[in-house]
């Protein structure tokens, strides 16, 4: 019992750790110090190396989901909406929230993996003593590269998605491919894909901050490396699905509506 109030309560100061960091970077990317040579190299290990696996989850997700709604669909008489609802479902929701949880298990851990070595073997305080600031060095470029290249995965996943679910459709229930893709075009609003962008930004900044943030805070040497990875995982996967319910109450059942109306 007293080791888990003990767990419970190093967990939370890191996370109050996370937020001040977040708070941090942003006070040090409106001074626009931004180291671009890194910022470039996580941005390829950010994107292109995810790329492969974003996609292939994509396209299996979309395909599962036709299996489970098409049947049910037909029998009701309405398989041409199928896919119209897995457009609808894989931006609001699936592809956002899915392409996220590859790149915290993928890269969260990568973060808090590398910055925690750094931190273990003194790299940090060597850093600190040459007159290097490790939020410029280290954490800007991931948050930088994290906030611009989920939105792409998560637009590519999106694609890669519908196609999925459409050869399942059209080769296991018979539905016509035009009838398909009309059906996600006219169910499809510019609000769904905006939502999709703003959620996969969001998630962006959480799996960077967390992952570098249990870096940085990282002692105990390898052992206290492979609790911090581990941690800044599970804890990235909780605030994505906790801020993805918040995201989504906004933008479709609170104040979104109005940002709906707008556009």
Known sequence: MTTSKSSLGTWSQR???????????????????????????????VGPDSLF????????????FTIQVAREFINFGAGNLVGGVLAVALTRELSPVLTAVILAGRVGS???AE???MRVTEQIDAMLMLKTDPIDYLVIPRLLACFLMLPILTLL?????????LIIATNMYGISDTVFLDSARNLLEVWDICSAMI???????????IGCSWGLTTTGGAK????????AVVTALLIIF?????LSWVMFQGTGGAFQQGL
């Open 199 to 209: 959620k996969a930004c969001c998630f962006g900044v959480l799996i960077a901050i």
């Open 242 to 246: 906790v801020s993805n319910f918040f």
């Open 110 to 112: 990568a973060f808090a």
């Open 157 to 165: 996943s999106l694609v890669t998605g519908i196609l999925g679910g």
């Open 115 to 117: 910055i925690g070595t």
């Open 224 to 231: 206290g490396v492979g609790q911090s990875t581990t941690t």
């Open 15 to 45: 996370l109050l750790a996370a937020i001040f960091l977040g708070g941090q970077a942003i006070v040090h990317l409106l001074r626009g110090k931004i180291h671009w040579r890194n910022t470039r190299e996580q941005m390829a290990a």
């Open 53 to 64: 696996i974003a996609l292939l989850t994509a396209v299996f997700v979309g395909a599962v």
